[in-house]
């Protein structure tokens, strides 16, 4: 992995990604007593960033590999940005996600053209059930973070922060990034080692998920307890990347953590403020620049806003809050 | 006003109002039946597009005038508007508000420094009592749609809509504007016609505040029979304004008009594909783009979204229906 990777990814996504803006509020710095700019990549294409990193993984392939199709497996994010890349190939694309993924996602990935495959988690593994079916039908399995040319995709988010930082004269902050696998934090990361060496990330995760803190404080991966069950969906993971954790070991800040309460008053105040919808896994970076002030040491913080695709119900548990 | 007055005002507005993306979604595309754009301005500073106006009016006075301060009177998006450009440039603010504006605009003026005056909408009339403060404190009055350097403004919005057409190689497409006093409105249509002449403008607005729809058909300026009273609160006017009226009949297309019923489900689609929050008179041009398909005529329709700020009570309405 290196900056030329990340480069030669935005070639590929120019004009296919969208660039998303940075966006702030005179309330939100009120309530941080610091300046925060929000990364919204709720406004990419599918609702996430994760169609950065799959367009540029599907792009990457040799043509007659793409052709015989893709496969994936997701809570949601990543199957909706593997689909629609797929789609935009004209290419099959075949998506495991587990039973108790939210709803919007289960048919926004179906709306986008992907075969979904359901599984419960703590039966068979979903890593199984892809070997399986990627050998009986020739499809390539693009794994949603551990995989070099989706970080190199998710870096261009990063490359985008650097070049909106320099625009503000912003050439020290702390860039806090939702973090579940770790491929949106690596990818960030290394862009902004070889673009802005003073902005730094910080991973933030839920409290009760919080395995990259922990591996990052020890110093080896370690492992979350609980699989599931979280509000947090998107970036329920077990475990860091193999190879997304080196780059964040060497690269990132102390990780820091919120609580299930502090992400939808974080939801509310993007909806009341910048307008944005934030799903729950894609508040936590806003909401530790918001409730952890006494964690972070800049005077300017910029905090992604890594997706919104969430259920009404919890978007309305938010609002009534 | 011409361009160069909208060129003017952009040149002052660079680096201070936000370059607003282009969103679009599949989900979208396939309820028009046509390729649908949205130019999201609920995503500019203060939640509204008001803030391009507000600020190019208040750049645009002398310094000595500018430093005794400036009145508007608004039902909050030009509120939020110029009390934040006057707080940009250290100037009070003083805002004549209607008792049954949104809660949220009221204290989201008063955040931003605003001195908020509250009247009762069908008493003394709102340019009354801006008349008798202007004269006793010496302050400006920058009025929220008749006024060049407000319309200059809003242009500026219609300049980035060009370009991000042109970035797409759209040279024909129809442009739907929520439509109240019809400062937008103007703004965009005249710089339409001088940078993007296949791109035309259609006022949108809600069915039982249409006069300009009705204006435009009679070629007359026509008044609303209702006041107050409808889910748009930020296009209530009583009638198309004496500078914005001409411009528009001689440059947009008919007008439309949709239900608030539709309204509420323009919000709702506006935050699950495009992660958007959007404010009632924020929503009638996406709703005209989606439910009023048999008034348009072109393949690709860019739908303004013009504003965000709405209390929790009604966006819980949009997502619940």
Known sequence: ?????????????????????????????????????????????????KFRGAYAAVSALPPEVRARGILAYSSGNHAQGIARAAQLFGVPAVII??????????????????????????????????????????LTLIRPYDEPEVIAGQGTCGLEIAEQAAERDIDRAEVLVCCGGGGLTAGIALALEARA???????????????????????????????????????????PGEITFPINARLCGPGLSVSDAEVLQAMALALRHLKIVAEPGGAVALAAALFRSEALEADTVIATVSGGNVDAAVLARALAG
Chains 1, 2 share one sequence.
């Open 97 to 138: 996600m587990p039973q108790d993924a939210p709803a919007a996602k289960i048919e926004g990935t179906k709306a986008l053209g992907g075969e979904v495959v359901l599984y419960t988690r703590g039966g068979e593994s979903r890593e199984a059930i892809g070997a399986r079916l990627a050998e009986t039908r020739g």
């Open 1 to 49: 992995m290196n900056i030329e990777k990340i480069e030669a990814a935005a070639t590929r996504l120019k004009g296919i990604a969208r660039r998303t803006p940075l966006l702030s509020s005179p309330h939100l710095d009120a309530i941080a007593g610091r300046r925060v700019f929000v990364k919204p990549e709720c406004l990419q294409h599918t609702g996430s960033f």
């Open 197 to 239: 060496p003073g902005l730094r990330v910080r991973p933030a995760e839920p409290e009760a998920f919080d395995d990259t803190a922990r591996s990052l404080a020890s110093g080896t991966r370690q492992s979350n307890t609980q699989e599931a069950g979280g509000l947090c969906d998107a970036i329920l993971t077990p475990t």
